[in-house]
DNA sequence: TTGTATGCGTTATCAT
DNA sequence: ATGATAACGCATACAA
């Protein structure tokens, strides 16, 4: 009854396998981890007893000895955002496929928050991480570096960067996407955006759309850029104000499709009609796009493929297999029925 | 030079932090567990040591003697499914508040994925787990038992298992909505279930709706179930294969919103309006149900706090204060345009 | 092929 | 208040 108790209680080790098989503890390790530098017959012995008494190596001392966890982190800015939602679930898969394990962090869009994220999924063991964006202090990233901590950056591009990035060049995908606005005849555009502060994302697409004005005769300066958080009831908010505006836009740029839904709905429940009164473009391409009425013109991003890719270039860095360095993702603009040329003039 | 790079290669210790203060490891100890039992002279001196070399403790070690990672592990079917990620989301930060760090695996609501999953996450050194719903193996639970493995059943609730589970009653649930339905005087139903098979979740839905179909005194057993994967696309096929049979539905019942809103467009591209020739109702209340146009009828379910609620079981359970048990959330039907009356009759 | 012995970095139990 | 020291469980260099 006490053997059986502590059978149940203390979880068996090497010694306890060793001792029923016979044999010593660094044999049964070997079992283990090279199964081919053991002998047929000490193998079969040595696994059926590890079998019976359930034997699993210790984390903890494993990850003591070996200096590797074969653990890495992640840090988002928030599930609940369906791209990064669909690039983790991805990421995960291809860690798993792999034999790594996922810790998952989130920073809220809140740089000081990531940090603080950054430092403990490190102190949990992460082998190394994946972060969004490059918009982080210089005493974070200079501490990364100093500590030799291999991590790679999604949902950005930038070749000239110091560490590998896995995403797409956000300005100038934006850039694309306005360039058609324009070229479509809207003159007078506007842009809802996330917050900017700390979202090189967000600030990047905001440039894009005052690059492709610039280069195409309008005044870049004027575009008004409303900036409000990630959500439905957000996107209407900012579609209201603009709508309220003396010189009200044709065409409403937003930086994500989440915005342009809820600018979308706001638009027409004020009583104007998509695309004919008003032209409303998304990004991300999330399914929402192709369920709401009209369908949202927006850009597509890969999302599980970054999500895939930025697994694949963090196992190649810790494995020290050849560097893959930066992977430029591309983009690709949808054009749907919430664009068309503006009315008259 | 030479020592400056092994700065940066070898992380410092605790023997490096108690040389350089002239201090004894188990003072270092001391000062980073129990800073009140240290003088406070010395405190400070080692404390301006850790930051100076930027000593951080190590892992393994600590995991090794302390026996606990201070890390849950969460298995849950797919990030992709908004309801998980969202609860995932509320999951990891009640975690985070809590000093724990969250372990993240995908089973792709595959039983025998999942199995692996979980025994994975326990090598990595979780603590505790997340799981969702009651459908595994009798192995895997027998397995969980022997090892004492501290877990919670969430996105389902059953007042008389074994182990705690965080969630509602989806049976009862759904059963609600069904005499919603059947209420208004639709004597033509049908369901599109996602595959019941190890999704004890749907399968009690589908119940449900047998219920309340009996309790008014309808064929229970005849309504037609169709079972597909969770997609836009899937529900639209579903609902083509409904549309086909001799005797059409007058209302659509499914188990999700994403189910629910594909088999919507659908109906609508078959040139049948909603809810006037139609009915549909969704369960779950995602975002989607609201954007979509009729909005949708569905049940609303708390994920953020099915989320955080497991992750307080979970922290209580680990921390043995008195076991919370069971928790029964609720939910509420949201009456929307997609439901109405059937047209004659 | 197999065994012996040692170190990995921390924490905790004793002393002092 | 502080120090010496023994685990913790595993992997590996070295012996046999």
């Known amino acids: 009854m006490t053997r059986e108790a502590k059978h149940l209680r203390q979880a068996p080790t090497v010694q306890d396998v060793a001792r029923e098989a016979g044999v010593s503890t660094a044999t049964v390790s070997r079992c283990i981890n090279f199964p081919e530098k053991v002998g047929e017959a000490t193998r079969q012995r040595v696994m059926k007893v ?7 190596p210790n984390f903890g001392a494993r990850a ?13 800015p928030t599930m609940e955002n369906a791209i990064f939602a ?3 679930q991805a990421f995960q898969e291809e860690l798993g496929r792999n034999g790594f394990t996922l810790l998952v962090a989130s920073s809220s869009y809140r740089p000081e928050l990531e940090e603080r994220q950054i430092r403990t999924l490190l102190a949990r063991g992460a082998d190394a991480l994946l972060l969004i964006g490059f918009d982080r202090g210089p005493g974070i990233t200079e501490w990364l570096r100093e500590r030799r901590v291999p991590y790679v950056v999604a949902w950005a591009f ?7 990035s896995v995403g797409f060049d956000n300005r100038r995908a934006m850039a694309a996407l306005a360039r058609e606005v324009i070229g479509l005849g809207h003159n007078r555009i506007a842009v809802i955006s996330a917050p ?16 492709a004005a610039a280069e195409l005769g309008l005044a870049a300066e004027e575009i008004p850029v409303i900036e409000t958080p990630y959500s439905f009831e957000n996107g209407a908010g900012a579609m209201e104000q603009l709508l309220g505006r003396t010189d009200r836009p044709t065409a409403v740029i937003c930086v994500n499709d989440v915005l342009a839904v809820g600018a979308m709905s706001k638009a027409r ?15 991300d391409d999330i ?16 999302h599980r493929d970054m999500g895939r890719v930025s697994a694949q270039t963090l196992i190649a860095l810790l494995g020290e297999t050849d560097l893959p360095g930066h992977r ?10 919430s664009l068309a040329p503006p009315r008259h003039r």
Chains 1, 2 share one sequence.
């Open 86 to 88: 669909r690039g983790l």
């Open 287 to 302: 399914e929402i796009a192709r369920v709401i009425d009209p369908e949202l013109t927006t850009v597509h991003v890969p």
């Open 196 to 211: 900017t502060a700390g979202n090189d994302r967000a600030r990047d697409r905001v440039a894009g759309v005052r690059d």
């Open 269 to 283: 429940a004020m009583g104007l009609s998509i695309p004919s009164d008003i032209s409303v473009t998304g990004f």
């Open 328 to 337: 430029d993702l591309g983009t690709e603009i949808r054009m749907r029925g």
């Open 50 to 56: 590890i079998e019976d008494i359930g034997y699993a």
């Open 158 to 164: 930038d070749s000239s960067a110091p560490i590998p």
């Open 64 to 76: 003591l000895v070996a200096k590797r966890t074969n653990t890495i982190g992640a840090i988002i």
